[in-house]
């Protein structure tokens, strides 16, 4: 059984651009031609309508990988074999493994790569290689074109913000921007109502936090261009946006990759170098006004920072609303409350509040039950297989790293009888072959039995650790800064769920008629 990969590279889509056709079309044509040349039918079509430069970021293409890992296809076709992986060195080796140890043929419009052929190999590497190689040279050409574009005060980016549409330039490669008039009172009121405010009666104005536009746009009855309600994050986006003061930038977030649990993954950072010019469009506020905003927000990020360092919520960054997911934030007393309660922060949620002071009492009250009860069990059930393991692990180590070292001579003798001419040169590939797979064999040995020993030593640490730290915690609670407590309870619980959906009746104010679902860091 065959089946056929297509996905669009970003050539295609500029061909497609200049009216070329449609590629994805006259890419199955072509496939199911060879098809029918060869006398294999296409069973099966993988088609990727995302492009992403790591597999990470192509669904159809894990789902390929997935299914000719489990051998389900003799061979896979593909226009040419670029069009399987272009990212990092990593994910080229993941692909060409998987063809190799599932013996699926890669047929290509200009060759068949058989897996088990080793020149195949060689060569479906190489092309790899050589794809990634390109692949940079036109993102680096990608790149610069759009530095010149914002240079000449051109908008590089595919969407226009709100407030704008984004136009093509007249007789001129590129867009710009032009102005929604009603969009653009929206803007004009936002950033009005954060840096001059609204007058009050008394004379004085009332200058409106982020979160506060947002509800008073949602109760004016005006909707953002893609959901529909407004959050603070959207309206903290806009009034850092120079994009209103006339500008235009390039590369304002990067993406910063970075290895978590084995795989890579991308964080996206703002990037103080970023290309920034003045734009071709007009702007929508003046530039004094735009100044002003970022100098309140520096000042506001100041005093969030001060108040930070004077934390007040013992649970703060562990306790999260079980109904939307949102962090739950403290609330400090009021005319309402004489006590500090812990509310949802998000404001379309309707998660009733509940005392903080009571909050803390169960979650001190669920951590002596189960150190109780852990402790018990600790000494019998868990001490003794944890040391076992390591030992055991260990031992594993020390010999693999023998037989590794008698490979390696092996190796080397390989070589010197070759050059002796005792061994003829295919001789000579044969045996290297089979000791490669020796070492092969051993280092993924290797990497299994240190990863495991890594996590055996983690829980030893971790028991040693934990059981201390709870009780160091229980017995200084009510005496440690509210930091100190914070700080312990990040090391013993990884998270806790709040769920309440009744208000207390009068009277009834401290009724702890709430759930808690408490997620210890519990070494198992």
């Not at 009172?185 to 409106?208: A, H």
């Not at 109780?372 to 019998?380: I, V």
């Not at 000791?435 to 055996?456: I, M, P």
Request: glycine fraction near 6%; charge should be positive.
């Amino acid at each position: 059984m065959y089946c056929a990969y297509l996905r669009k590279s970003r050539a295609d889509r500029d061909a497609e651009l200049r009216g070329e056709g449609e590629t994805l079309a006259r890419h199955r044509a072509l496939l199911l031609a060879l098809s029918e040349k060869y006398n294999k039918p296409i069973e099966k079509w993988y088609q990727e309508v995302v492009s992403g430069d790591t597999i990470a970021a192509r669904p159809i293409m894990q789902e390929l990988l997935r299914d000719v890992e489990d051998g389900m296809w003799e061979g896979v076709y593909v226009v040419e074999v670029e069009r399987l992986a272009r990212g990092n060195t990593r994910d080229q080796g993941v692909v060409a493994d998987t063809f190799k140890y599932s013996s699926t043929e890669i047929i290509t419009l200009s060759k068949t790569y058989d897996p088990e052929n080793e020149y195949d190999e060689e060569y479906f590497e190489f092309g790899l290689f050589m794809s990634r190689r390109e692949y940079k040279t036109i993102n680096r050409r990608l790149q610069r074109g759009r530095i010149a574009s914002v240079r000449e005060g051109k908008f590089v980016s595919s969407t226009a913000p709100y407030g704008y549409e984004r136009v093509k330039i007249p007789r001129e490669k590129g867009y710009t921007l032009k102005i929604v008039p009603e969009e653009a009172e929206i803007v004009r009121m936002i950033f009005n109502w954060y840096c001059v405010g609204e007058p009050q009666e008394d004379g004085t104005s009332l200058k409106l936090g982020p979160d506060a536009i947002a509800s008073r746009l949602d109760a004016m009855g005006v909707r953002p261009r893609t959901s529909k309600k407004w959050s603070k994050a959207t309206i903290s986006d806009m009034l850092k946006n120079s994009t209103y003061a006339g500008m235009v930038h390039f590369g304002y977030d990067k993406d910063v990759k970075t290895v978590k649990g084995n795989r890579v993954v991308s964080i996206r950072k703002r990037n103080p170098d970023c290309e920034v010019a003045k734009g071709l469009h007009e702007p929508i506020i003046s530039m004094e006004l735009f100044r002003m905003a970022e100098r309140m927000k520096q000042e506001n990020q100041k005093n969030t920072v001060t108040s930070g360092m004077e934390l007040q919520n013992p649970l703060s960054g562990i306790i999260y609303c079980a109904k939307c997911g949102a962090s739950m934030t403290r609330l400090g007393p009021n005319s309402r409350n004489r006590y500090a309660t812990i509310k949802c922060s998000n404001k379309y949620c309707d998660t009733v509040s509940a005392p903080l002071f009571l909050v803390e009492e169960k979650v001190l009250q669920f951590l002596q039950e189960w150190i109780r009860e852990y402790r018990l069990s600790l000494p019998h059930e868990m001490a003794s297989p944890v040391d076992d393991g390591i030992t055991s692990h260990k031992q594993q180590l020390a010999l693999i790293r023998r037989e590794q070292e008698t490979v390696q001579k092996q190796m080397n003798r390989a070589y010197t009888l070759l050059e002796q001419e005792v061994y003829t040169v295919e001789t000579f590939r044969e045996r290297m072959s089979a000791l490669q797979d020796d070492a092969s064999r051993l280092q993924k040995s290797e990497d299994t039995v240190r990863a495991e020993l890594a996590g055996l030593e983690k829980l030893k640490h971790n028991q040693d650790k934990f059981v201390p730290t709870v009780e160091r915690l229980l017995d200084s609670y009510a005496t440690n800064t509210v930091r100190a407590n914070n700080q312990i309870l990040k090391e013993v619980i990884s998270r806790i769920d709040y769920q309440k959906s009744e208000r207390n009746t009068r009277g009834k104010l401290q009724n702890a008629n709430f759930g808690l679902h408490i997620y210890p860091k519990i070494p198992s």
